[in-house]
């Protein structure tokens, strides 16, 4: 999902520890350390958590020996995603027998999985607490550190805490997430998080609208719009008078000012319209970027992953983007070696990969997950070096692809966000193009939330480097 890098087959973000650095003038007498997994929207309930905490007098800090409460927001969508946990865990159990008191909770898909079997496995945790129970997270922590052990897995049909603002942890001040939705109501056969994150329910958009503005109020310059299907996006007011659907929310939030970007992930190709397309066309900061995630080339497979597109429709699809917006930046996600694919079905994957060209693919070998509907229906019966070395040929098609995408931006000039000083040099600035793509460029007299125009000179497999124009 949303990232700078391109990971192969790990998770997208893995184990991040929040800074403490904009928590405001609040007094705090309680420090708790959080470590976020898996994809933007679990960060997200990272920074709602923190909310919540906040008003319960616990400060963020990133050393958790200092901590009295260590929170592990966790993923469980890859086998992978859940061992980083297991072991992490392990580790927290040195600093707990050192600091009496202190409380270990796993929070996230994964609480939300193995529910309170977490308690017996992982014989350190003291609290388990699923996506939708997290207003509860004070009352379970008094009962924790009262001596028993708290579980709230309970999903929600309502809950979108579209009240909470959240707390910006991981932070540039520049851009930030914001979840419009949440839960899942397509049943993709290999994935577990219409189990973990529950139904579809789509947020009060002027809490959306509201929170997006305030950002902006405080310097913040992109809003990126997140769920795990946005196209579906659907809110409707109480007595019925007012509906919304993801185009008009789109609108909505372009509105607030042309000076606030707005992106927006993820779209499934089944869902994402051409009002959507005409909404990107109509405004200029919504950004022409579409992560649209194809799973496999092959209709046959798609089918079984129950994807309900087909290899054709995706194809038009992509052509019906570039139609309208022919600089629209296209990424991916893929996976190699479902149940039963063929080398002919692998091939079909390569060969719409050759088609579309992404600019950024998320590529993953199969891993099956207790409960999905794969794992009761079909046999995980591709070997794991099958599945890897399949993956490997993706991944090296889709390095060639995304080199060319590099390529030929040099000598193009865009207008770049700036999200921050480059990790490489103190003197250059890096931001974003439209597309999504990295740009570093000399420092000058440039900021922080500055547009600045900027010309590609060269570029590396995943930076543009250029100079702004005089
Ligand atoms: N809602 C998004 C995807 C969320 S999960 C969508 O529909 O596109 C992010 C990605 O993880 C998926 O797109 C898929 O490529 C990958 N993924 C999900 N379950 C997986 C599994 N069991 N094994 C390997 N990769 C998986
Ligand atoms: Fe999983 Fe499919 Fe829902 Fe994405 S759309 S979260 S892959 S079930
Ligand atoms: Fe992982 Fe849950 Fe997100 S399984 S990808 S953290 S919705």
């Not at 958590?49 to 800090?61: H, K, M, N």
């Not at 000012?257 to 499934?268: A, C, E, G, K």
């Not at 983007?321 to 002919?344: A, Y």
Request: charged share 25%; aromatic share 8%.
């Amino acid at each position: 999902m949303l990232d700078l890098d391109t990971k192969v087959h790990d998770e997208s973000r893995q184990g991040e520890a929040f800074s403490p650095a904009t928590t405001g003038t609040q007094t705090y007498t309680k420090k708790f350390y959080i470590e976020s997994y898996g994809c933007a929207m679990n960060f997200n309930d990272s920074e709602i958590v923190a909310s919540i905490l906040g008003a319960e007098g616990y400060g963020p800090t990133r050393n958790a020996e200092e901590a009295s409460l260590i929170l592990l927001n966790t993923c469980s969508i890859r086998e992978k995603a859940e061992q980083t946990v297991r072991k992490r865990l392990t580790e927290f159990k040195k600093i707990k027998q050192q600091t009496p008191g202190m409380l270990v909770g796993v929070l996230g898909c994964m609480a939300e999985r193995i529910k309170g079997k977490l308690l017996e496995e992982e014989k350190l945790v003291d609290l388990v607490v699923g996506p939708d129970a997290y207003r509860s997270l004070p009352a379970l922590i008094a009962e924790a550190g009262s001596g028993q052990k708290s579980v709230n897995v309970l999903l929600s049909r309502e809950e979108t805490y579209g009240d909470i603002s959240p707390v910006r942890l991981d932070n540039n001040g520049v851009t930030s997430f914001v979840s419009i939705m949440r839960g899942c109501n397509n049943m993709c056969t290999f994935c577990v998080v219409p189990f973990t994150r529950g139904r579809e329910r789509s947020r009060d958009a002027h809490s959306i609208v509201r929170e997006a503005a305030e950002l902006f109020a405080n310097g913040y310059r992109e809003v990126t719009l997140l769920g795990q299907n946005v196209d579906s996006y659907y809110w409707n007011n109480d007595d019925g008078s007012e509906t919304v659907t993801f185009a008009m929310l789109l609108e909505r939030v372009a509105l607030i000012n042309p000076l606030l970007r707005v992106r927006f992930s993820t779209s499934h190709p089944k869902d994402i319209t051409d009002e959507v397309l005409f909404t990107m066309m109509k405004y200029d900061n919504i950004c022409n970027y579409i992560h649209l995630p194809v799973q496999s080339g092959s209709s046959r497979i798609l089918q079984l992953m129950n994807r309900t597109y087909t290899r054709e429709w995706y194809i038009k699809k992509v052509n019906r983007i570039r139609e309208l917006i022919p600089d629209c930046g296209l990424s991916t996600d893929i996976i190699t070696g479902f149940c039963s694919e063929t080398e002919e079905d692998h091939q079909e994957t390569l060969s719409l990969m050759e088609f579309a060209r992404y600019d950024l693919a998320y590529m993953y070998f199969y891993s099956e997950r207790p409960g999905t509907l794969a794992e009761r229906r079909y046999q995980d019966d591709v070997p794991e070096d099958v599945k890897k070395r399949r993956l490997a040929e993706v991944v090296e098609l889709y390095r060639g692809h995304s080199q060319a995408s590099m390529e030929k931006e040099v000598g193009k000039i865009f207008n770049v966000l700036v999200e921050g000083t480059s990790k490489r040099s103190d003197e250059q600035l890096f931001g974003r193009n439209d597309q999504n793509k990295v740009i570093v460029f000399p420092r000058e007299n440039f900021k922080k939330g500055d547009y600045v125009m900027v010309k590609v000179e060269s570029c590396t497999s995943g930076t543009l480097i250029g100079k702004a124009m005089q």
